[in-house]
Nanobody, 123 residues
Framework: QVHLVESGGGLVQTGGSLRLSCAAS????????MGWFRQAPGKEREFVAA????????YYADSVKGRFTISRDNAKSTVYLQMNSLTPEDTAVYYC????????????????WGQGTQVTVSS
């Protein structure tokens, strides 16, 4: 079992930045590829970014490529999502998840989920 807790969400203006954190406890964090997803009101949960066990490989949705950066610190059992140049379209609840393969982009490929953190970008 892996317990995930996200933090760092909030209200930011268009063009601003936020850094999300996801702290893990339980089984060995470094053995899990990790991902970030988001869900806007009335929409399905969508893939944002993923990272492999070591942090050497990262994957991004086209909508965030060049603006968001996923990283991890296995010593701290934490994965991060640095979000820059935010727009109102980025408004959503952001979830971190622990999965089974590094390039996974589908929700069913992830076994453990956090409770989510709200990100709101004002225009």
């Amino acid at each position: 079992q892996v317990h995930l807790v996200e933090s760092g969400g909030g209200l930011v203006q268009t063009g601003g930045s936020l850094r999300l954190s996801c702290a893990a406890s339980g089984r060995t964090f470094s053995s899990y590829p990790m991902g970030w997803f988001r869900q806007a009101p009335g929409k399905e949960r969508e893939f944002v970014a993923a990272i492999n066990w070591s942090g050497a490989s990262t994957y991004y949705a086209d909508s965030v490529k060049g603006r968001f950066t996923i990283s991890r610190d296995n010593a701290k059992s934490t994965v991060y999502l640095q979000m820059n140049s935010l727009t109102p379209e980025d408004t959503a609840v952001y979830y971190c998840a622990a999965g089974r393969k590094p390039s996974a982009t589908m929700t069913w490929e992830y076994d453990y989920w956090g409770q989510g953190t709200q990100v709101t970008v004002s225009s």
